[in-house]
């Protein structure tokens, strides 16, 4: 049986299916941290786990949780498929959510040269 092969690391195609992944390991934190239960979106509370934006999710009960994001590093990264691909394997071992991440404020998203140009 030939194994399929994995994209290069510089493809679209890998970074598709990395941040893909990336949103599965963001709320694999915010349900082991039970954000849901505070959460004001009612589909998260009723579904007992992360169903809205889990980025704004855990930017916004980073602070309370930082000292503990080392410690759920393990459960969650139990979590890992089993036929997980490359992309996917990286995304879940990177360590998106440790107390680094938790505690640096969100990055802004640079502006464009149009944008720069516009407002000149």
């Keep these: 049986m030939q194994k399929r092969s994995e994209p290069d690391p510089k493809s679209q195609k890998y970074r598709d299916r990395f941040f893909a992944a990336q949103e599965l390991v963001v709320r694999a934190y915010c349900d082991f941290f039970e954000f849901w239960r505070s959460c004001s979106y009612r589909p998260c509370r009723r579904a007992r786990g992360c169903r809205g934006d889990e980025i704004d999710c855990i930017v916004a009960r980073r602070g309370g949780e930082a000292h503990r994001f080392d410690a759920a590093r393990a459960p969650v990264r ?5 036929d997980a691909g490359v992309p996917e394997r990286h995304a879940w071992m990177s360590d998106c959510c ?7 404020p969100r990055a802004k ?3 464009t040269k149009a944008q720069r140009k516009a407002t000149s």
């Design 78 to 82: 139990a979590h890992i498929p089993k």
């Design 109 to 111: 998203s640079p502006r």
């Design 98 to 104: 440790t107390v680094t991440w938790a505690k640096s």
